[in-house]
């Protein structure tokens, strides 16, 4: 079982940019397809961006298709996400996830860290 944990949330000004990182450790990284997902207070959580095992597939939410670019480095068993054009709607606790297929389907994910809020201000 991989063990998870993000950083890089904060506060920020809509418009700005943050970037989330997700360390891993426990097992292989490159075993597994990397995810990460939102959830807004009073929200269902949603899935956001997701890269394969080696990154040459890449997926996205339609919200943040265009602003968030997602990517990995297996030598440092990290996964990034690089948020840009922030809003007010992008706030929420981000979560990475772990999953032996790239997946738009939460449930496929064996594996989940912590979380770390981004809030953005308007």
């Known amino acids: 079982q991989v063990q998870l944990v993000e950083s890089g949330g904060g506060l920020v000004q809509a418009g700005g940019s943050l970037r989330l990182s997700c360390a891993a450790s426990?097992?292989?990284?490159?075993?597994?397809?990397m995810g990460w997902f939102r959830q807004a207070p009073g929200k269902e959580r949603e899935f956001v961006a997701c890269?394969?095992?080696?990154?040459?597939?890449?997926n996205y939410g339609d919200s943040v298709k265009g602003r968030f670019t997602v990517s990995r480095d297996n030598a440092k068993s990290t996964v990034f996400l690089q948020m840009n054009s922030l809003n007010a709607e992008d706030t929420a606790v981000y979560y990475c996830a772990a999953s032996r297929a790239v997946a738009r389907d939460q449930s496929l994910y064996s594996s989940w860290g912590q979380g770390t809020q981004v809030t953005v201000s308007s």
């Open positions: 890269i394969s095992r080696f990154g040459s597939i890449s």
């Open positions: 426990g097992s292989i990284f490159s075993f597994y397809a």
